[in-house]
């Protein structure tokens, strides 16, 4: 134990003498692995791929990648398995403006502008680039907020194209009584935890909020029975 203890000491003092720019970059590298390890960053989309489902999903706050670890991933495998494999997936990450931060969860729309900004772009990427594939949308939390705003931001021929909507921990469930603004009910389904207060108008993070990994299966389901 003691030589374990001194051995994790000296990796530390290691550490600590490097530079700090040099020791940033390895952090960064470290993330970076750690989102392709957990499947937390898909970017088929902007790699040029194209299927007939383009999947589109907005992550949580503070998670890493471009599209978390709660339920984006899982929700992608099982829209992959559902669909016989004809889905690409497809982030709304920190290159595109959403830094999935806190404090914009205050703001008025429960995120910022930047960030509905970056999703309404890779929208209509989608559009424009698989002209012939179904549009699925999703987001968690903060995402949820994220892909309100921006289907309610789509001219009217993009958001035909958008056959399928979940939402996670919808932070904006009770002033959209849940659904999203101008888009069909029957194309939307909203997933709200028993005991989750982001869903009754609060920012209250309480264990039920991190549970929606146990509904991604429905909510692939629901989105390949859309497409």
């Not at 051995?7 to 290691?14: C, G, H, Q, W």
């Not at 992959?80 to 404090?103: E, F, H, M, R």
């Not at 009217?156 to 659904?179: E, I, L, P």
């Amino acid at each position: 134990m003691k030589s374990t203890f001194i051995t994790v000491l000296a990796m530390l003092s290691v550490a600590s003498a490097l530079p700090v720019e040099q020791q940033q970059q390895q952090q960064a590298s470290t993330t970076e692995l750690d989102a392709r390890q957990f499947g937390a960053t898909e970017n088929d989309l902007k790699d040029g791929k194209c299927a007939g489902n383009v999947f589109i999903f907005a992550r949580g706050s503070t998670e890493i990648g471009n599209m978390g670890t709660i339920c984006g991933p899982q929700t992608c495998s099982d829209l992959k398995s559902n669909t016989g494999g004809d889905t690409i997936c497809q982030g709304v990450g920190d290159a595109d403006g959403y830094a999935a931060d806190l404090p914009s969860n205050f703001l008025r729309a429960n995120t910022n502008s930047g960030a509905i900004n970056g999703a309404v772009k890779l929208i209509k990427q989608a559009a424009t680039q698989c002209p012939g594939s179904n549009i699925l949308l999703s987001g968690y939390s903060q995402g949820s907020a994220v892909m309100t705003g921006a289907i309610q931001a789509l001219d009217a021929t993009t958001k035909s194209q958008v056959k399928g909507v979940v939402m996670y921990g919808f932070t904006r469930n009770a002033q959209d009584k849940g659904q999203v603004p101008g888009f069909p009910q029957d194309q939307t389904k909203v997933f709200c935890a028993l005991g989750d207060l982001v869903c009754v108008n609060t920012l209250t993070i309480t264990p039920a909020h991190l549970s929606y990994g146990d509904d991604a299966a429905a909510g692939a389901k629901f989105l390949a029975g859309t497409a």
